[in-house]
């Protein structure tokens, strides 16, 4: 029952981050860094704490009397996966939401399969699996080759797009996505998405303020099992970091292209477009609200990163196709695309039995 539970959340939670990005259409007359820091400061600033006061009582007190070693590492996760989530917006803003979102989650559930091993493998933690266990291990070699294959799904979707941009006309591409790049897209993309594999390494290190909510929460709940929203905790200091990054670029970004009178200029629709970018950054948190849920029911980060990335992937491409994003391609093209996305998503399911293989023994 945890498990189906699991699954239902990270559904939920996949749905929510697939679908974010979709509010942002309704903004008119706002360059990119403005409605993009709107919608961050719900994101990252207002709707984290408010969660986390809603659902953990004392949430204040537990980051206060957590170790200034464990929040700067959490932190500092949050400020590498900040880039990444800045990037992300790049990513879908040059791509559109099928090829960016398969691209950059596709980097981004690969290395977030690997990065924790890595570190641990530094820094050697008791119960904790290193990329070492991971080589002379039946399930770590699998997750592996789930690596492996996601690279190969990417490969074959920017073959797609490479196609897409050689069929379609500058104004077809631009009647989908009105910025399409694929060379400036696909750079952007491959850094997003190994930056951002950084989050759920941010979810690891701060798990000890986790622990503290649960164990809490166990003392005023007896024999009710695991704190649903014990994670709520961990991504207010994750999510510090990511609006760290993104406030200083959309900053300098904003007096560059001098577009801050963005935020008063009355001749826009302000009311409009404040209330879409809040939507799109409070359904962006969502997913991890959702995440944390997940994960607390499945008890493994790994496999909960893997399956929270798959159902993005899946989420976004419906959007891709509701937006036409591939309208006018090639019917070999188009099998392509959809070839790199089954590709991707049967390199999540490698990763996920290599993972259940992997925490079993």
């Not at 009397?65 to 879908?92: P, Q």
């Not at 970004?253 to 799109?280: E, V």
């Not at 937006?323 to 392509?336: C, L, M, Q, Y």
Request: proline share 3%; aromatic share 14%.
């Amino acid at each position: 029952m945890n498990a189906l539970l699991g699954v239902i959340f990270h559904s939920i939670g996949g749905f929510a981050s697939g679908s974010f990005y979709m509010p942002y259409s309704k903004v008119k007359g706002w360059a990119w860094e403005s409605y993009w820091i709107i919608g961050g400061l719900f994101s990252w600033l207002i709707v984290p704490p408010l969660a986390a006061y809603l659902t953990i009582p004392g949430f204040g007190h537990i980051i206060g009397s957590t170790s200034s070693n464990i929040l700067a590492i959490t932190y500092l996760m949050g400020l590498l996966w900040g880039i990444g989530g800045l990037t992300y917006g790049l990513g879908v803003r040059y791509l559109g939401m099928s090829l960016g979102n398969s691209v950059v989650l596709g980097f981004c559930s690969a290395f977030g399969a690997l990065i924790p091993p890595i570190y641990y493998s530094i820094n050697p933690t008791a119960g904790k699996i290193s990329f070492l266990h991971m080589l002379g291990n039946p399930g770590g070699r699998m997750v592996l080759l789930g690596v492996l294959v996601c690279l190969a799904g990417i490969a074959i979707s920017g073959n797609a797009g490479w196609k897409k941009e050689k069929e379609l006309t500058p104004e077809q591409t631009k009647a989908s996505v009105q910025e399409f790049s694929l060379v400036k897209g696909l750079i952007i993309a491959v850094i997003s998405g190994i930056l951002s594999s950084f989050f759920n390494f941010g979810i690891e290190a701060g798990k000890p303020m986790a622990i503290v909510a649960n164990e809490a929460w166990k003392v005023a709940n007896p024999n009710q099992g695991e704190f649903l929203f014990q994670n709520n905790v961990i991504f207010v200091v994750i999510l510090w970091g990511g609006l760290t990054t993104n406030l200083i670029w959309t900053t300098i970004l904003n007096f560059k292209n001098k577009t801050y009178s963005n935020f008063t200029d009355l001749k826009k629709p302000l009311l409009n477009n404040y209330f879409f970018a809040a939507l799109a950054g409070t359904t962006w948190f969502l997913q991890f609200f959702f995440y944390g849920m997940g994960e607390s029911k499945l008890g493994n980060g790994a496999s909960s990163w893997i399956l929270h990335m798959s159902t993005i992937i899946l989420t976004a491409n419906m959007w891709g196709l509701y937006n036409k994003e591939w309208k006018g391609v090639s019917s070999r093209t188009f099998r392509t695309f959809v070839l790199g996305i089954a590709v991707i998503l049967l390199s999540v399911v490698i990763v996920a039995f290599g993972n259940s293989a992997l925490f079993k023994d």
